[in-house]
């Protein structure tokens, strides 16, 4: 059951606009089913000793104006009060007088009217859809004092959690106070009546958000913003510095001809200037160090930053299970990674990623403190991601897309569980969501490059190809090679050994290395898993078929099980986002 609360000055235009037939007709056989003493005036049903609807609609509008009118000047500006009250798809239909129990506890709940109290404000609840009502009220109460309406938004949410206990219905995810502004109905009628696909909030939301990642000034920031073709105005203070900004899109006008601008605050409440002055000062982005051994010199641009982007969000990941502070801060620079990756993404998995990006904003906030709020490697990471796609544009192979999103699917579910742990249920849904998303987008870029390594796993020698699946058989556990469908998909991870072994690795210990690196019992898919995951760890190129990316095989040591614990001591000792702890296996895939 989801409350919308909004404030306004007409209450008889609001009251045509309820009891009317809507902007596409959807309004049907409006009636009261409560009002603030049960006997108000219904245009909808009972028009009484009025036959014409109009004169007992004004007859309403007087008699909820009643109070107001006395009040006079102590009035409110903004004197009526409406919330719309709707039920969740799939819910049951509730009668008259279940909605009319519903009205009365979000006025009680409130404040609007508290029950027993004869002095509460004056109120109705409209009904026009089997799913909704519409709460109106006047702020002025009976001794003609204004009502308190103090976190009325939040009690609304709260009594809402009880009503769908108590009434079996959908019981959505509690809120914390930390989310955005939702678009209000005007905003949405405006969108669906410009033909535009979304409301200009939520555009300017996620042209914000996306020139802000990887960003390492102010300037910079406001420049991207300009350049996505977004107008930006500053506020500054009589001594010339900036003190906040507004945005609007080109074209989008009010009924007096001006901008309709919005403050960055209005748009998200980390998106205040403020608040982005502390991202850029605290996590400003620098260049990071490529993963220990990487040899990456015949790799395109776009290629070098993602596999530099996978190894620090490995390290995020486990991150995410240590400290409250430096995990929310970690959260905060994974959305300007994904952020970074959605608008530099090929047109295959554009769509899916950029969703992935829109619903994981929301997991970046909650009321823990990102203290220790060091992003420097994820902002880095996504800094060299916006700057590659921009100077080459969105051509980047598939291989390495695939790599990418495969860790950061790892990455949203771990944030997942970090936000459960703490009771964080809309932070936690939306990191799920952010997962499913990332998932369909690895299945879209995963699907060339895979193909390709089948192809070539089934067209190696028959005691080659023997031989590496006797590997597999040896190392992996028997549930994975059954459970996880590997008898009948291991030729793109056959292929990878074979590759892996022609650069100079003992195939059977890279193998074991790439399974101590993390569990694997959550993976969608085993083999997938550790494909990419030999192919980091050999520096192998992502995409098998072009050969101009792969390292040299001489400029390489084998990988034996001497050498691989070196390598693990070189990998604990790499500062934040250049390597990931392979030791480390409780992260969850």
């Not at 009250?85 to 239909?93: E, I, K, L």
């Not at 970690?330 to 530099?344: M, N, R, S, Y």
């Not at 929301?362 to 916006?386: F, P």
């Not at 597999?472 to 072994?501: C, I, K, Y």
Request: aromatic share 4%; proline share 6%.
């Amino acid at each position: 059951m989801v409350p919308d609360i909004g404030r306004g000055s007409r209450t008889h235009g609001l009251l045509v606009y309820l009891y009317g037939p809507g902007r596409r007709e959807e309004h049907t056989d409006a009636h009261l089913v409560g009002s603030w003493d049960g006997f108000a005036p219904d245009p909808g049903r009972d028009p009484g000793r009025d036959p014409d609807p109009k004169v007992t609609l004004a007859r309403l509008t007087a008699a909820l104006d009643l109070r107001v009118k006395q009040a006079g000047d102590r009035a409110p500006a903004k004197h009526v009060w409406h919330c719309s009250v709707r039920t969740a798809p799939g819910d049951r239909r509730l009668d008259d007088e279940e909605w009319n129990a519903v009205a009365q506890r979000i006025v009680h709940a409130t404040g609007i009217a508290p029950a027993g109290d004869p002095d509460g404000c004056r109120w109705i609840a409209v009904r026009h859809a089997e799913d909704h009502i519409h709460i109106v009220a006047t702020l002025v109460r009976g001794d003609l004092r204004n009502p308190r309406l103090n976190y009325d938004f939040n009690k609304a949410q709260a009594e809402c959690r009880r009503i769908e206990k108590e009434m079996g219905l959908r019981r959505l995810n509690a809120g914390d106070g930390t989310a955005a502004k939702n678009p209000s109905s005007a905003e949405k009628f405006k969108a669906e009546r410009t033909g535009r696909p979304e409301t200009s909030r939520e555009t300017l939301r996620e042209a914000v958000r996306r020139a802000v990642a990887g960003a390492d000034s102010e300037e910079e920031f406001f420049t991207r913003l300009r350049e996505a073709g977004v107008r930006v105005k500053l506020r500054h203070a009589p001594s010339g510095d900036a003190l906040g900004y507004n945005v609007a899109l080109p074209g989008d006008r009010n009924r007096d001809g001006d901008p309709v601008w919005y403050p960055g605050s209005k748009l998200a409440p980390d998106l205040s200037l403020p608040k982005l002055r502390l991202r850029l000062t605290d996590g400003a982005a620098e260049p990071s160090p490529p993963a220990v051994g990487a040899d990456r010199t015949n790799w395109s641009p776009p290629a070098r930053q993602r596999r530099n982007a996978v190894v620090i969000a490995e390290r995020s990941a486990t991150l995410l299970e240590r400290d409250d502070g430096e995990a929310a801060a970690q959260l905060v620079g994974v959305g300007e990674l994904l952020d970074a990756v959605a608008q530099t993404s090929p047109a295959i998995t554009r769509a899916e990623l950029a969703a992935a990006a829109r619903a994981f904003e929301r997991a970046t906030r909650s009321h823990v403190r990102a203290e220790r709020a060091d992003t420097r490697a994820l902002r880095s990471a996504a800094r060299g991601i916006v700057q590659a796609g921009r100077a080459l544009g969105r051509g980047e192979d598939g291989g390495t897309t695939a790599m990418l999103v495969s860790t950061l699917v790892l990455v949203t579910l771990a944030a997942a569980r970090w936000h459960s742990a703490r009771g964080h249920a809309q932070q936690a849904h939306a990191s799920r969501q952010a997962a499913a998303h990332l998932r369909t987008a690895y299945r879209q870029a995963a699907a060339t490059p895979m193909r390709v390594l089948h192809d070539q796993g089934r067209a190696l020698p028959e005691a080659q190809r023997r031989t590496h699946e006797a590997s597999l058989h040896a190392v992996l556990p028997e549930e994975f090679v059954r459970g996880g469908g590997m008898e009948e998909r291991t030729d793109a991870l056959v292929a990878t050994l074979a590759q892996a072994e022609r650069a100079g690795h003992h195939s059977e210990a890279l193998l074991r290395q790439a399974i101590d690196m993390r569990e694997l019992d959550s993976a969608d898919d085993v083999s997938d898993v550790l494909v990419w995951r030999l192919r980091r760890i050999a520096q192998l190129p992502a995409h098998p078929g072009d050969g101009s990316r792969r390292p040299q095989a001489a400029t390489r040591q084998a990988t034996t099980p001497s050498s691989r614990t070196s390598e693990r001591n070189a990998t604990a000792a790499a500062p934040l986002g250049t390597a990931q702890d392979p030791n480390r296996r409780s992260s969850r895939r």
